[in-house]
């Protein structure tokens, strides 16, 4: 399928302020720059200077969706989490629009967050690909999941408001299809994860979504690490960008990794926690806001996550053992899911105890089988492709013009 002369064309890339959905992408739209194509990359401002040190320009527009940095903001209920979705696009759309008058893309990519962008591909004319970060609908999935899931939402005064403004605002663009399926069943997708992590695989049409596996660069602009001399073995701990104010967890680590001997623990905490909160840390922990978290895996002997997509996959690449402590949305399936491979031990946050932590950790680290299952799962990653394959699937959708 790879093409070896496409001609220029122009790509439009668009998504949210959020690690989690611009990172799975970045290395994709490195390379779509560096096979020649120009990429224009909608996004916050915030996240300007990640995407411009792919190579492709920056489309800012202004956002209300709440950022990383404001997790709470998202609220308790399903409509809470949805419903910003739907002001933020309606909100965005003329800005959007605005920005690409008179340099319409010859090709529409988008984060599956990005309502706007599906809207615009049908003004344009434009054929439209979506960039999945996560896990995807199988055959069966709307009658088994999301119909139990959205029944008492649809049902509510408040989720129909939220459904028949959203059927409004797509048929005031001349857009027929349901909101449901706006973004759930796309035309074509590119999706950034492993097969491996999906659930119901064998159910998962694959015409349409097209396993790609990690798309990870060296990520040396990252930074490195190195193993400490004198660490036989390497811990890594994060809870990802998001949900990190867990100071009791973080202590809960170090209690359980603190001069455990022959163990160094690198210990992620994000930006609102203070180290001070962690009391005397041993030698043999550092604590860090952020790190170069697949440098250090590539290193690790164990991982404790929170199991995001982005973390579940390269602890899967690099086949470090995890202990999965899921926080919110999909990463409670995404640690069963790594459970069942056996290459991981889910454990709730509520049982995620000193004793529970250094239990589960020693116990996948010390255990050949799952070693020797981890490295069976890497090397079937490496075979699914990753940027490379991402780059021709997505040349492959280009106006016939454009190839």
Same mark, same amino acid.
């Given at each position: 399928? %790879?093409?070896?002369? #496409? ?6 890339? =668009? ?50 969706? #709440?950022?990383?940095?404001? &997790? ?45 962008? &599906? ?46 403004? =959203? ?7 001349? *857009?027929?299809?349901? #909101? ?15 097969? /491996?992590?999906?659930?119901? !695989? ?12 990690? %798309? ?36 809960? %680590?170090?209690? /359980? ?21 962690? @009391? ?30 982005? @973390? ?6 690099? !086949?470090? #053992? ?5 926080? /919110? ?12 491979? @056996? *290459? ?11 004793? $529970? ?28 492709? @990753?940027?490379?394959? $991402? ?8 106006? &016939?013009?454009?190839?």
């Amino acid at each position: 399928m %790879c093409m070896t002369s #496409p001609k220029r064309a122009h790509i439009a890339m =668009f998504s949210i302020a959020a690690h989690g959905h611009v990172n799975p992408s970045i290395e994709v739209i490195r390379e779509l720059v560096a096979r020649g194509h120009r990429v224009s990359y909608a996004i916050p401002a915030s996240f300007a200077d990640k995407v411009a040190a792919t190579g492709a320009e920056p489309v800012i527009y202004t956002s209300t969706l #709440p950022t990383d940095e404001d &997790p709470e903001a998202w609220g308790t209920e399903l409509i809470d989490n949805i419903e910003p979705f739907l002001d933020d696009a309606i909100q965005a759309l003329p800005q959007l629009a605005a920005a690409f008058e008179g340099d319409e893309p010859d090709l529409v990519l988008h984060d599956i967050t990005a309502y706007p962008a &599906p809207v615009l591909a049908h003004r344009w004319g434009a054929p439209a690909v979506s960039l999945w970060p996560n896990l995807v609908p199988w055959e069966g999935y709307e009658e088994e999941v999301a119909e139990p899931m959205f029944a008492d939402l649809k049902a509510s005064e408040r989720g129909r408001a939220y459904y028949a403004r =959203f059927e409004a605002w797509l048929a005031e663009h001349g *857009v027929d299809t349901h #909101p449901d399926r706006l973004i759930a069943r796309p035309r074509k997708a590119v999706v950034l994860i492993p097969r /491996a992590l999906q659930p119901n !695989a064998d159910r998962v049409d694959e015409s349409v979504y097209a396993f790609v596996g990690a %798309c990870h660069g060296d990520r040396s602009d990252q930074g490195e690490w190195r193993r400490p001399v004198g660490a036989e073995k390497v811990l890594l701990v994060s809870l990802g960008s998001a949900f990190t104010k867990q100071p009791e967890f973080y202590r809960a %680590c170090v209690d /359980a990794f603190g001069d455990l001997p022959g163990w160094h623990m690198v210990l992620q905490i994000g930006a609102h926690v203070d180290p001070a909160e962690l @009391g005397d840390l041993p030698a043999n922990v550092e604590v860090h806001a952020w790190v170069p978290q697949l440098a250090i895996l590539r290193e690790a002997d164990a991982f404790i996550t929170h199991a995001g997509a982005g @973390g579940s996959q390269e602890g899967l690449a690099t !086949a470090t #053992p995890m202990v999965a402590v899921p926080q /919110a949305v999909d990463q409670f399936g995404n640690a069963d899911m790594l459970a069942s491979l @056996g *290459v991981a031990r889910h454990l709730p946050m509520a049982d995620a105890t000193a004793g $529970a932590l250094r239990a589960a950790v020693l116990e996948l680290a010390g255990d050949p089988e799952v070693a020797r299952r981890a490295q069976e799962i890497r090397r079937s990653m490496a075979a699914e492709g @990753g940027t490379r394959r $991402a780059a021709d699937l997505i040349e492959a959708e280009l106006p &016939p013009h454009r190839r």
